[in-house]
């Protein structure tokens, strides 16, 4: 069964860490680039970070780059994203999503197949 699966949200202090997990099952994951988005109310998707399949070319949106880092092990098929100096414009819904390219494509929601059911990341003090 075709699976991406999040965890590791929650409630975190202005300033703080957390680090969320994508554990995929059922496809190639070897074969994808995997991206994660955030949505809030109201919103799009919006692309925060991607990572390709050998993980060495990650790439981040503007608003976490510095504080935000995106890793993959291919031998456990999850990838991470450590998330520190977090602030409150951070809360949101977070998915990762696999898309069948050797290298990022970018954060266009379409071009990629498989998704995740999303983790609550909540910034506040």
């Known amino acids: 069964q075709l699976q991406l699966v999040e965890s590791g949200g929650g409630l975190a202090q202005p300033g703080g860490s957390l680090r969320l997990s994508c554990a995929a099952s059922?496809?190639?994951?070897?074969?994808?680039?995997i991206a994660w988005f955030r949505q809030t109310p109201g919103k799009e998707r919006e692309g925060v970070s991607c990572i390709n399949v050998k993980g060495d070319s990650p790439i981040y949106a503007d608003s976490v780059k510095g504080r935000f880092t995106v890793s993959r092990d291919n031998a456990e098929n999850t990838v991470y994203l450590q998330m520190n100096s977090l602030k409150p414009e951070d809360t949101a819904v977070y998915y990762c999503a696999a898309d069948l390219h050797y290298f990022c494509q970018g954060y266009v929601p379409d071009e990629y197949a498989y998704w995740g059911q999303g983790t609550q990341v909540t910034v506040a003090s």
């Open positions: 059922g496809f190639a994951f070897e074969h994808h680039s």
